[in-house]
């Protein structure tokens, strides 16, 4: 790929206005964060090949298309320029600073970040991951009651690259303006935690089945899934056949962060133990201590249908503190909210 040297006035991104705000990432040590839509759904190709099919992702009546451009689809390693701007942009927000949804990160950074090489084939590599990121549009619908919501949307807005004059044509930084849907993921919390050692997961498959694991197991002792779902889940293209290998080779291995991993061959089921390594969540500060009303469970029971009340207060109350989320004036009426958008979107146990 040939990248050319921007002119001057395609250096900034379009629409730029004297006060819209800019985001500068210059954090060495952001603890790694996605946000949970992202380790829900399989929004990227596991392939190291491009793929330009659109792919359908179907289940419990929701649906989500992911449409490619000539380029190919997102790739999961083109989402680390992701994952690394939602973690620095959250080590912000927890320390009350202003952020935005244009991210200037200097490309050197961000290669040492997600534990890359910096020649200069791993720099053009970024300029590839931001067109592929780019050109990557997801549709999906949404159910509430009778009705139904069509939406689409993009991982990245819009992006623009700074390299230097000369043969080797280094890269400076790149700037991205990531999508309303990914900011506003990032503005209500709806962020995870992840391993400092997700990036040296070298296989796009043990990646993907450890976001799984960690949006799902979370803290729980453990989690269990048929291998039939996990490999829908999963998004992967290989076989039912090729899928199970790749599993009872990463039961083999057990080096998966966070999880070990073993595999009833007799059912089919794949069971995720918590190794204990997440740090405990910082409990959230408050004048007066959450304590919530009896009523509130009970009536937390007809937000929630079939789920026990008091494993989701203990999911919110991580929920809170994995987010870094101030304590609610209402606690109550927060956590009843909770358990109203847990159920919309899991339905039953």
């Known amino acids: 790929m040939v990248c050319e040297t921007p002119k001057p006035d395609e250096q900034l991104l379009p629409d730029r206005h004297p006060h819209d705000d800019l985001f500068i990432c210059d954090v060495a040590d952001a603890v790694l964060k996605d946000v949970m839509p992202q380790m829900e759904h399989p929004f990227y190709s596991l392939s190291k090949k491009p793929e330009t099919s659109i792919r359908r992702y179907e289940h419990k009546g929701n649906w989500l298309e992911i449409t490619p451009s000539v380029k190919g689809l997102a790739t999961i390693y083109d989402k680390d320029i992701l994952i690394y701007c939602i973690s620095q942009i959250m080590h912000k927000l927890s320390a009350g600073e202003k952020v935005s949804q244009r991210v200037r990160l200097n490309t050197r950074d961000l290669l040492v970040f997600t534990n890359r090489g910096t020649a200069g084939k791993d720099y053009l590599a970024v300029v590839e991951a931001i067109d592929r990121?780019?050109?990557?549009?997801?549709?999906?619908?949404?159910?509430?009651?009778?009705?139904?919501?069509?939406?689409?949307?993009?991982?990245?807005?819009?992006?623009?690259?700074?390299?230097?004059?000369?043969?080797?044509?280094?890269?400076?930084?790149?700037?991205?303006?990531?999508?309303?849907?990914?900011?506003?993921?990032?503005?209500?919390?709806?962020?995870?935690?992840?391993?400092?050692?997700?990036?040296?997961?070298?296989?796009?498959?043990?990646?993907?089945?450890?976001?799984?694991?960690?949006?799902?197991?979370?803290?729980?002792?453990?989690?269990?899934?048929?291998?039939?779902?996990?490999?829908?889940?999963?998004?992967?293209?290989?076989?039912?056949?090729?899928?199970?290998?790749?599993?009872?080779?990463?039961?083999?291995?057990?080096?998966?962060?966070?999880?070990?991993?073993?595999?009833?061959?007799?059912?089919?089921?794949?069971?995720?133990?918590?190794?204990?390594?997440?740090?405990?969540?910082?409990?959230?500060?408050?004048?007066?201590?959450?304590t919530l009303k009896s009523a509130t469970f009970e009536e937390a029971k007809g937000a929630a249908p079939g789920w026990d009340v008091y494993y989701l207060e203990q999911e919110w109350r991580s929920w809170m503190a994995d987010g870094g989320l101030d304590a609610p004036k209402h606690p109550d009426r927060a956590f009843i909210g909770f358990c109203k958008k847990w159920f919309e979107k899991r339905g039953r146990p």
């Open 133 to 290: 990121l780019a050109g990557t549009r997801i549709s999906t619908n949404i159910k509430t009651g009778d009705e139904e919501q069509y939406d689409t949307f993009g991982l990245i807005d819009a992006a623009s690259v700074r390299r230097k004059h000369g043969r080797d044509g280094r890269l400076l930084w790149c700037e991205v303006q990531i999508s309303d849907w990914v900011f506003n993921a990032i503005r209500a919390q709806e962020v995870l935690t992840l391993h400092k050692d997700y990036f040296r997961l070298r296989k796009p498959i043990e990646r993907r089945v450890y976001e799984i694991a960690r949006k799902h197991c979370g803290r729980q002792p453990t989690w269990s899934i048929n291998l039939e779902l996990l490999h829908k889940k999963s998004g992967s293209k290989s076989t039912l056949k090729e899928f199970r290998r790749s599993i009872r080779h990463l039961v083999e291995h057990d080096h998966l962060p966070d999880y070990s991993v073993s595999f009833k061959d007799g059912s089919d089921i794949v069971v995720f133990v918590n190794r204990g390594t997440m740090h405990p969540p910082q409990p959230v500060v408050l004048d007066v201590p959450i």
